[in-house]
Nanobody
């Protein structure tokens, strides 16, 4: 079993930056991919960005030039640096990992006002 603890998020104005953090504990030896998804009101959960153990990333087009995913494998942590936030980035953000089954962290609300 793997447990995920998420921190970050909040209410910000458009154009500013936020950083989300997610730390895993438990059976972390089996972690393969860590990343982030988000779910906006009335929409399906969607990929934001993921990163494999080897550093390969998969970034969604809407955030490619603004968000940066990073990992600290020694800490079993994944981060999402979100720059130039837009109102359309408003969503609940979920930490995600495979180990190898899928685990989800608790969501954290990010609200971007215009």
């Amino acid at each position: 079993q793997v447990q995920l603890v998420v921190s970050g998020g909040g209410l910000v104005q458009a154009g500013v930056s936020l950083r989300l953090s997610c730390a895993a504990s438990g059976s972390t030896f089996s972690i393969r991919i860590m990343g982030w998804y988000r779910q906006a009101p009335g929409k399906q959960r969607e990929l934001v960005a993921t990163m494999s153990n080897g550093g390969t990333t998969n970034d969604a087009d809407p955030v490619k030039d603004r968000f940066t995913i990073s990992r600290d494998n020694a800490k079993n942590a994944v981060y999402l640096q979100m720059n130039s936030l837009k109102p359309e980035d408003t969503a609940v953000y979920y930490c995600y990992l495979t180990a190898p089954r899928i685990y989800w962290g608790q969501g954290t609300q990010v609200t971007v006002s215009s």
